[in-house]
T-cell receptor, first 114, second 116 residues
Framework: EAQVTQNPRYLITVTGKKLTVTCSQN?????MSWYRQDPGLGLRQIYY???????DKGDVPEGYKVSRKEKRNFPLILESPSPNQTSLYFC?????????????FGPGTRLTVL | AQSVAQPEDQVNVAEGNPLTVKCTYS??????LFWYVQYPNRGLQFLLK??????LVKGSYGFEAEFNKSQTSFHLKKPSALVSDSALYFC??????????????FGSGTKLNVKP
């Protein structure tokens, strides 16, 4: 089954404790992206990656890092989380061929930073 | 600047009645436009897209949307609402301008409530 997986699904942590949210896809898509969803603000793009070793900033990259060492994985790293990074995070891939321009989203990771 | 506006936080409609969820956008170049739906505790699911061609596009679950260039709008519609359509709907845009092509912009979302 074609899917995007994220881990963990829920995470409660404390300010300053480094964390990584993993994202993996089995669709061989080149483009991957991270979003955060906040009430009243919708989804905002954090980082995206066009392919392995190619990443770029979205609209709200401050406080986040990403890496793309292999095609299927695109982890989101918070080196020193702060309470304003409490949010719902989604990883997404971009389809090819008949699904070109369609994004496939993971189930989300709810992060709380105390 | 690129942006998407969904002016209604919530839309209430009775089952069987037509529904409209509004979206307007602002981009530098030609827009690629999308609608996504989010059910509780789930990721977003693609509904439909406008890239080029016919202004009226049809998508999943009986939804359709009309691209209006002069009004910079892309409203989502369905002729007859179902209770199961109740969810959070997001409009999104991709700017065809090359320097901005890899970014996506989403609206703030509209909660659709369909009452029996």
């Amino acid at each position: 089954e074609a899917q995007v997986t994220q881990n963990p699904r829920y995470l409660i942590t404390v300010t300053g404790k480094k964390l990584t949210v993993t994202c993996s896809q089995n669709m061989n898509h080149e483009y991957m992206s991270w979003y955060r969803q906040d009430p009243g603000l919708g989804l905002r793009q954090i980082y995206y990656s066009m392919n392995v070793e190619v990443t770029d900033k979205g609209d709200v990259p401050e406080g986040y890092k990403v890496s793309r060492k292999e095609k299927r994985n695109f982890p989101l790293i918070l080196e020193s989380p702060s309470p304003n990074q409490t949010s719902l995070y989604f990883c997404a891939t971009l389809g090819r061929g008949v699904t070109y321009n369609e994004q496939f989203f993971g189930p989300g990771t709810r992060l709380t930073v105390l | 600047a690129q942006s998407v506006a969904q002016p209604e936080d919530q839309v209430n409609v009775a089952e069987g009645n037509p529904l409209t969820v509004k979206c307007t956008y602002s981009v530098s170049g030609n827009p690629y436009l999308f609608w996504y739906v989010q059910y509780p505790n789930r990721g977003l699911q693609f509904l439909l897209k406008y890239i080029t061609g016919d202004n009226l596009v049809k998508g999943s679950y009986g939804f359709e949307a009309e691209f209006n260039k002069s009004q910079t709008s892309f409203h989502l519609k369905k002729p007859s609402a179902l209770v199961s359509d109740s969810a959070l709907y997001f409009c999104a845009v991709r700017d065809a301008k090359l320097y901005n092509f890899n970014k996506f912009y989403f609206g703030s979302g509209t909660k659709l409530n369909v009452k029996p």
